[in-house]
């Protein structure tokens, strides 16, 4: 490797240091699991695991992997039957799935939009949309948080064909988007709504399909980005779109074409899943009432600024990348897993503890992190 190369990795790495925002990958072992996005644990659960074992058994021999992608040897009548299944699922004429969320936002984004149309985002969404953005050849302009008016005023500058962009929970404050608000915005302007549900899919509404699906907004939106890596406990996302959109991905989305599609096994998985989620109102009962338990901890009793979501993601602001980080580890010596958030994966002065609450924690469990961090 050339001398300047290396030189330059090194300098940039001593540079993360410095900053005190230095990444590294760890195993932690033996605590409660306050971290993860796995809310109703569907990922750990025997019995889902069973079921997915009993239809790669039925469907007699199958391959390890999907040998290629979807337009050369990697499609089957399986996974079009998953796609078929999911698109009635969430009441959409169509699904495609892909290999990630981030595979899904980055491919519809950096694909659709097209040189003169304006891209308008909420300034919280995704890394992978950002990314999305950056590579399509269409304008783009960020609004304020949820700020409703301040997309009008965007919306009412914007040239050529408009695309607004949104999640419906948000992975870092966990709040809600004002959807129904944004949908009439989009109407009004003749804008396309996409709307990334990563965080809301097993959570929110009738069976845990969605924001979208519980405010019946399906007709409003030109795509919906669901993920399976997080509440449903598998692997994948799903555009869901009409037929023509989903056409037009096969034919133009880079991602789409040239990735290596998901194995049976995977699309078992996500069927089997899906069918379990229509099972699951208990565990998304008990999740909202151990939301509840852990944010009645903290009225007026806190010195750390608790974000206003009631989801299962809840924040604690802590500011400054080794100030977040000492809390953090503090948290992780009493038992529970948390994470610090830094600077720069979130704005400087709002770095976090990102704690996920989820179905299998015990009450007694969230009370006692609460106590633990209201004793910091």
């Known amino acids: 490797m050339s001398t300047s190369i290396q030189q330059y990795i090194a300098d940039k790495l001593e540079q993360r240091k410095q900053e005190n925002n230095f990444r590294s990958l760890k195993i932690?072992?033996?605590?409660?699991?306050?971290?993860?996005?796995?809310?109703?644990?569907?990922?750990?659960?025997?019995?889902?695991?069973?079921?997915?074992?009993?239809?790669?058994?039925?469907?007699?021999?199958?391959?390890?992997?999907?040998?290629?992608?979807?337009?050369?040897?990697?499609n089957s009548e399986y996974a079009e039957s998953v796609e078929r299944f999911l698109a009635e699922f969430y009441g959409a004429e169509s699904a495609l799935i892909f290999n990630s969320g981030f595979d899904a936002n980055y491919g519809l984004l950096s694909t659709l939009p097209y040189r003169g149309d304006t891209i308008i985002y909420d300034e919280l969404v995704h890394a992978s949309i950002h990314d999305g953005i950056r590579n399509s050849r269409a304008g783009s302009i960020g609004f304020g948080h949820n700020n409703v008016s301040d997309l009008e005023s965007k919306l009412m500058a914007a040239t050529g064909l408009k695309y607004v962009v949104v999640e419906s929970v948000y992975s870092m404050d966990g709040d809600f988007a004002p959807l129904e608000a944004i949908a009439a915005l989009c109407q009004k302007y003749k804008a396309g709504l996409i709307v990334d549900e990563a965080h809301a899919v097993g959570i929110s509404g009738e069976h845990g399909k969605g924001v979208v699906c519980d405010l019946k907004l399906e007709n409003e939106c030109l795509a919906r980005i669901n993920t399976f890596g997080k509440a449903v406990g598998a692997h994948g996302a799903v555009v869901l779109c009409n037929d023509d959109l989903k056409v037009f991905m096969i034919n133009y989305c880079r991602p789409f074409i040239y990735s290596t599609s998901l194995p049976f096994h995977s699309l078992a998985t996500i069927k089997c899943a899906h069918q379990f989620l229509l099972e699951a109102d208990n565990r998304r009962a008990d999740l909202s009432a151990l939301i509840d338990a852990f944010r009645n901890q903290f009225k007026g009793q806190t010195k750390y600024a608790l974000t206003v979501g009631n989801s299962p993601i809840q924040s604690l602001i802590v500011v400054g990348n080794e100030r977040v980080k000492q809390i953090a580890q503090q948290i992780q010596h009493a038992g529970f897993d948390v994470r610090a958030i830094l600077y720069p994966t979130v704005a400087r002065g709002k770095e976090r503890i990102r704690i996920c609450i989820h179905s299998f924690n015990s009450k007694q469990e969230v009370i006692k992190l609460a106590e633990v961090i209201n004793s910091l």
């Open 28 to 74: 932690i072992t033996g605590l409660t699991d306050f971290y993860s996005n796995d809310y109703l644990g569907f990922a750990r659960d025997e019995e889902l695991k069973r079921r997915v074992e009993a239809e790669v058994k039925s469907a007699g021999e199958y391959l390890l992997g999907s040998t290629g992608s979807r337009l050369l040897s990697g």
